[in-house]
């Protein structure tokens, strides 16, 4: 049976971002970080080829990114180091760290930092979420802090230019 984090790409590569969402990373499995690299790399380079007239177009979000923008962000956060959370086979969550899904807004990632009961995520959750910001401010996207139910933080993540809807408020 296959679970999250084991998917395939349509390509049939087996490469998935890490969402936080998906199984345990293995921590002596070498080959992660490399695919991880060459999926970042892949992603600047669509960055050089979609974004040529811009002035740095590595600083802005390429139009594939704004399409996939859950994808985007979590490649970006794995990318910068930053690890991600994940769930065992029965939806326990077993690692603090990133988690990335889509907002209620279309085109918006909503990031949070989670862990197992008991782990302290939700006293760390600022400092981390701030670390999260600085790596995709750092490749141009929004990133604005939010509270949510009994007052955890969370970004929402927005390529640049795109319209908010008033009802939102940045803390």
């Known amino acids: 049976m296959q679970r999250k984090g084991d998917r395939v790409n349509a390509d049939g590569a087996g ?18 970080g490399t695919a991880v690299q060459a999926a970042f790399n892949g992603l600047l380079q669509i960055r050089r080829m979609m974004n040529a007239g811009a002035a740095d177009p ?23 180091g930053i690890a ?37 995520a939700a006293y ?20 604005l802090e939010y509270r949510g139910p009994r007052r955890r933080r969370y970004l929402e993540v927005e390529p640049p230019g795109r319209a908010r809807p008033e009802r939102l408020r940045p803390l």
């Open 15 to 32: 490469f998935e971002v890490a969402d936080g969402d998906g199984r345990p990373p293995v921590e002596t499995d070498p080959t992660r």
């Open 58 to 80: 590595l600083a802005v979000p390429a139009e594939w990114e704004r399409n996939q923008v859950v994808r985007a962000v979590a490649l970006a956060l794995e990318a910068a």
């Open 84 to 120: 991600p959370s994940a769930v065992d086979e029965d939806g326990q969550r077993v690692a603090t760290g990133y988690r990335v899904c889509a907002a209620d807004t279309h085109g918006v990632a909503r990031v949070e930092w989670l862990g197992p009961a008991g782990s302290g």
């Open 124 to 143: 760390a959750e600022q400092e981390e979420l701030r670390r999260c910001v600085v790596a995709l401010r750092r490749l141009g996207w929004e990133a």
